[in-house]
């Protein structure tokens, strides 16, 4: 693999939420916060169908994200920002494997009443950037998928 593309999944595999970014009808931005789960650089998460996410994704797939921590020091700000197509994942056994992924990921989601509406997405990625103050400010690393 890739050294961005392994820096990226690495990255993507240690943090929990991702900033979602999604255009309405309207050709507005908007962003949702999601948790999610990572295979490599491809990123799934769980919504209800009725959400705004939902609806701008399944009317216009083009999303982008972020991945970052709240750092006090500029100079060791680490992340990623993402480009991709999100789509609805149909089959249901994996939409069942992917939801026992979160389930792992994020305790007392056994907590969470079961709902007929959940949609699970996935976004692969067309390009992508690892951002790393750490060798130099406003270091970044692109890749195209």
């Known amino acids: 693999m890739d050294a961005v593309k392994s820096k990226i999944a690495d990255y993507l595999a240690s943090h929990p939420y ?3 970014g999604t255009i309405t009808s309207r050709c507005t931005p908007q962003v949702h916060t999601v948790g999610y789960v990572s295979q490599g650089c491809t990123a799934y998460f769980a919504t209800d169908r ?4 939902a609806k701008n994704m399944l009317a216009n797939p083009a999303v982008a994200y972020a991945v970052d921590e709240n750092y006090q020091d500029v100079t060791a700000i680490q992340g990623v920002q993402l480009e991709g197509r999100a789509s609805q994942v149909t089959l249901e056994t994996e939409t069942m494997r992917l939801l026992d992924l979160m389930a792992q990921k ?3 989601m056994e907590k969470i009443p079961p709902n007929p509406d959940l949609v699970m997405f996935k976004i692969a ?3 992508g950037y690892f951002l790393d103050n750490t060798a130099a400010f406003g270091h ?3 890749i195209d998928f």
């Open 140 to 142: 970044r690393d692109m």
């Open 50 to 53: 009725k959400s705004r996410k």
């Open 106 to 108: 994020f305790p007392g």
């Open 18 to 20: 991702l900033r979602l």
């Open 125 to 127: 990625p067309t390009r």
